[in-house]
């Protein structure tokens, strides 16, 4: 009888051990999966926090150079009109691990107490990742808009220094890692303050922001 319930017991044992097995396998498979999991999850932070995180570029005006002053007499009302070109040198620098292509469609334009007095269009470019470009912009500035402003022109002029305000939007697309592409736009403000005598840049505050 003994014999007998020990051969009955063997494929039971072994039927036993075959389910054993799959149970651990699957536990197996089920922690691997949980652990790349969670190394993805850490890996999607860590590069949302570098790699992916857009922070904003830095814009500098360099140098300033007027091009040309373009007077011009209108009959019959006798009416002189000025207009003013000035180079501009602007270096801007982007501090992100994605490459930034601004394409057609960039404009500065420039501000005098509120009140725009020219316009420069920026020409298409790249910006390479962490790296920098001088942008060069021809700023034709209509004098005459500034006629209603003419009196704090003038007392700006005589103190030395003529305060200005740009606002500059690049329209563009972003390139992280080489192949995963994003529009964005990016935008500049600065307040500007220009020496009279040499034209140089005295001081000047920005503040720069992305959006994708």
């Known amino acids: 009888m003994k014999e007998s319930g020990d051969a009955n017991g063997a494929p039971l044992d072994a039927h036993r051990h075959k389910q054993l097995r799959r149970r651990r396998r699957r536990r197996l498979c089920c922690f691997l999966c949980l652990f790349f999991l969670a190394l993805l999850i850490v890996a999607a932070v860590v590069l949302a926090l570098t790699v992916f995180k857009i922070r904003e570029p830095q814009a500098e005006l360099v140098s300033v150079r007027v091009a040309g002053v373009s007077p011009r007499v209108i009959l019959p009302a006798m009416r002189l009109e000025l207009n003013l070109t000035l180079d501009l040198s602007v270096l801007v620098h982007n501090p ?101 005598s040499d034209l140089k840049v005295r001081s000047q505050d920005c503040t720069q922001s992305t959006k994708l």
């Open 96 to 196: 992100n691990y994605a490459a930034f292509s601004h394409a057609d469609g960039g404009l500065t334009h420039l501000f005098y107490r509120g009140t725009q007095v020219g316009e420069a269009t920026v020409a298409p470019g790249r910006i390479p990742s962490r790296g920098s470009e001088l942008l060069r912009l021809a700023l034709a500035v209509d004098v005459d808009r500034i006629a209603a402003e003419l009196g704090d022109l003038i007392a700006d002029v005589l103190a030395g220094a003529v305060a200005f305000d740009t606002d500059t939007r690049l329209p563009g697309r972003v390139t992280i890692l080489g192949f995963v592409k994003r529009h964005a736009v990016a935008t500049s403000k600065c307040h500007v303050v220009f020496g009279v």
